[in-house]
């Protein structure tokens, strides 16, 4: 956590994002199949799926997160979104359907961000 002295605005909204970074590990990263470094950024995990190999930073060697890791958090995010769905109908409230917002995270992480890679 690095420190802030530029106004106490900027050092809580600092503050507020390092935990939520934490919380979904967006920022994190990864460590490489590889060499067993973290050279693996969320975003090239993310891609990895379906559209190119995460390249590692350090020794510049492919990998790739299995497609079943996607399946998982989309069918998950899609049960979540159902029941969301069912709430605002049932509460006749269409602000309920803002919870599959965090939902979509929730499957994300739980499924691909914290998931193993495999060497290309
Ligand atoms: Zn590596």
Same mark, same amino acid.
């Given at each position: 956590?690095?420190?802030?002295?530029?106004?106490?605005?900027?050092?809580?909204?600092?503050?507020?994002?390092?935990?939520?970074?934490?919380?979904?590990?967006?920022?994190?990263?990864?460590?490489?199949?590889?060499?067993?470094?973290?050279?693996?950024?969320?975003?090239?995990?993310?891609?990895?799926?379906?559209?190119?190999?995460?390249?590692?930073?350090?020794?510049? !060697?492919?990998?790739?997160?299995?497609?079943?890791?996607?399946? !998982?958090?989309?069918?998950?995010?899609?049960?979540?979104?159902?029941?969301?769905?069912?709430?605002?109908?049932?509460?006749?409230?269409?602000?309920?359907?803002?919870?599959?917002?965090?939902?979509?995270?929730?499957?994300?992480?739980?499924?691909?961000? !914290?998931?193993?890679?495999?060497?290309?």
């Amino acid at each position: 956590m690095p420190a802030i002295d530029s106004g106490q605005r900027v050092h809580h909204c600092q503050v507020l994002l390092y935990n939520l970074s934490i919380f979904f590990e967006l920022v994190a990263m990864y460590l490489c199949p590889h060499c067993k470094k973290p050279g693996i950024s969320s975003v090239q995990k993310l891609c990895s799926v379906s559209y190119t190999p995460a390249v590692c930073t350090f020794c510049r !060697r492919q990998s790739y997160l299995h497609v079943n890791t996607a399946i !998982r958090a989309l069918i998950t995010w899609a049960i979540l979104t159902w029941i969301f769905i069912g709430i605002a109908l049932y509460e006749q409230m269409a602000i309920y359907m803002i919870g599959t917002i965090p939902a979509l995270l929730l499957a994300v992480d739980k499924y691909m961000l !914290r998931a193993q890679l495999h060497c290309l």
